[in-house]
Structures are given as C-alpha cells and as structure tokens.
C-alpha cells in the first residue's frame, strides 16, 4: 500500500514538473542583453506612427462626468487631488501641438470627451465639436496623424446616474455619439480607438471598486465586461457608417502575469488564468463574435452577438507591467498579484521591457491583425529613467517587427505630465513635465530620447 502511495506520489511529482516544463517551455523567461539595447535600432517601416497618447479628462480641464463628481467623494483620489483645471489642453491646444512637433512626433492619440459633446442626452454642443476641429487642423498642419479615442473612461453623468456602462440602453447611446463624433470629425480621422481598457474599466470599477462607480460586485462586472463589448460593437457600426474607410480597434491593458514560482502547477494555472481573462477575453470574444466570459468568481458568459464580428482591424496595446500571481490560499480568491522582481517605477510598477515583445508576440498569435502600441510609459517624477525605459521598449517594438509581428506605430503615454485617476498628479508619466501654478510645459530628458527614436520626417 506504501508503496502504491509511493509510486502515485512520484508520478503526480514527475506530472506537476512536466506540466511546468512544459508552460516554461511556452513562456521563455526573455532577458535583453545590455548588448542588444546599445546597438542602434533598425528603421522603422514606411509609414510607421510615433506619437504620444494623452485623454480628456485627465489634460484638458474643466470636464464635468462621472469622474469628476467621484472626485468630490472624500478619500477617492491620492492627496485629495481633482482633475479641476487637469493641465489645461483645453486651452493651450496650439502650445501641446507645437511641443509635439518638438518632439518629432508624427501621430496623437487623444480622446474626445463624451460629456462636453453630449452634455444632455440628445443635445450636441457645436462649440465643442468646433475646438476638435480646431485642434485636428492643428495636427494635420504639424502633419501628424490622429488617433481618436471615442471612450476613455468618463461617462456623462447622466448616463452614469442611470447605471453607466451597464445601463441597457448604454451601448445605443454610446453608438449614438460615436456616429455623430465620425460624421462630425471622420473628414480629419482615419484611425478610431472604440474603448481604451474595457477590462481595466471593468476590473477597478466594478471588481475592485477603486474608480466609479465604486462597485464590488463579480456579476455587476459580468454585466459591464458584456455592456463594453455590445457598445464596442455597435460604435464599430456606426463609425463606418460615417466614415468608411475609418480602421477602428480597442485599447486593451495587458499586463505580463507570471508564476510566482516556475516550479509551481497552481501558480501557473492561476497566471494563465487572469492573462486569459483580464488581457484577452475582451479581443478573444471579438474574434469569437461571442460575449464570452469564463473565469473563475464570475458569471460565465457564453451569448451571440452578430455585429462582433470583423468589428476590429487592429489590436491596441497598452503595455506597462509585470506582475506575479501565488497560490495564497488566506487570500480572497486564493491567490495574490505582486509587483515582478525587477527595477520599478513611481507607481511600484515594475519596468519590464521584454514584456512588451512578449505580448506583442502573443496578440499577433492569437489575433493575426495589425498592431498598435497604444500606450506606454513610465511614472518617473525625477524623469531621469524615462529615457532607457524608452529606448529599452522601443527595442522591444523593433524586435517584434523584425520577427514579422505588423506593428505599425507607437504612442508613448504621456506628452506631459497629466491627471493620474485615483494616483492624482503625483503620479508623472510626461514627456514634459508640467509645474503646479503655471502649468508651464518643460521638457525632461525624455523629449530628447523621444526625439532621437522617431522615425525621419518628411521634406
Ligand atoms: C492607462 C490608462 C491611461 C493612463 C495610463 C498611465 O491604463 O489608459 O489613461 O492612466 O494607464
């Protein structure tokens, strides 16, 4: 008996590493030589994007959503900070333009903000429209390419008083403004981003309960993830219809999750586990033309949606970090995320460039579309490692273009330092520093390495 226990022991044991080997295998612990990032970088494509991405409600100033009155609610937001006055894009257009071109910049994403155009339901505000305009005439002037984002966050109040994201009416309303921001601006717009981070909207507002609405509650976020994704496709629709020749695509946050330990079964499954649902189930349902939602604590989702399909022609990236999930079984959900073990940023973030690669490498796998790097950057308050960060990454978008991954441009968060969420203005990610009281835009040692790696300009 002993020894059938023995021998069972030691075959699960021989299984458990296999099963390990055989993740590993998949996932390659990818390190950069010092080597590899001195050496100077390929060209980049014809054609290739290099911009910065900034997003309403946290530059322009003055927005009155969802955020704002979050805001108002005591303890929300680090130091007690509010958006207020952000840094006043909403004003100083032309200036940020002009720093862009400094910089070498030949693109721009930024959002437009719901709130400001639709400010009561069914009532457009012409001025605003008029100030985007103005402002993509400013860009094509400077010739650099918008990409605008049509959701990046904030919801108009009145929108969100009724349910936000998961009212039943919210994905007819938000097709609604997205065809009229096409029919109004698609003249100037060629590049649309529908959502940016429908999963990070879904996990810190309706998981976590650290942005609005403030919500704990798994099914509400079955519901969200759901509502997201039917907005997503009926916007796509709409956007056409206006604007035929639009390439529309989402912003998704992937964040590198690993093992706490490579040795462990239940560390791997449970890293496996949280990227599929947290980096991909958003895009795998695209793909799917299915809501389609199965992770462990929540509903699972399984249900048609016609207009999904081909409702994307790009994947969006938003690449930041590294984290490392254990088995903890103290914790809620038995498990915990830690921070990697590398070097961090500001925020605690670890700075992990070879990341970047890797889940360029795994989006292209799974989706076979053209890529953006929608955002990346770093919380660097001194600004005095925004630069290797930079140019480390940059490799990393090099690599995988080399290797025959279609990334076809890079937006750098952020052109200057802006309004952090629930980190307030501590938290800088700019290429210009911001100061308090002037708002004067100042360049930190970023703008440069910004500079050096943009692809040449025309005559
Ligand atoms: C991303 C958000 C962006 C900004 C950066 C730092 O998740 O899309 O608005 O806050 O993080």
Redesign the pocket.
Known sequence: MIRKLGALGLGLGALWLLACAYFALQEPDLRFSAEDLRRPLPAWPPGFLWGT?T?AH?VEGGNRNDWSRFEDEPGRIAHGDRSGLAVDHWNRMAEDVARMRDVKANAYRFSVEWSRLEPREGGWDDAAFGRYRELLSLLREARITPMVTLL??TLPQWLADRGGVRAPDFPLRFAHFAGEAARRLGREVDLWCVL??PN?HMYLGYVEGVWPPGRKSPAEAAEAFAGLLRAHALAARAVRTHDPGAQLGV?Q?LIVLEPGSRWSLPDWLLARGAGDAFNWAFYDSIQAGRIRLRSPGFPTLDLPLLELAGSADYFGA?Y?RRDLVRLAPGAPGFFEIRAGPGPRNDLGWEIYPEGLLRVLRQAWARYRMPIYVT?N?I?DAKGDVRPSYLRAHAYATARAIAEGVPVKGYFH??LMD?F??A?GFA?R?GLYRVEPGTLDRIPTPGAGAFADLAPPQGP
């Open positions: 991405a997003a946290q990046h966050f940016n981070e990070v912003a946050n938003n930041y955002e950057g919380a968060w952020s802006n952090e969420w980190e938290a990610f």
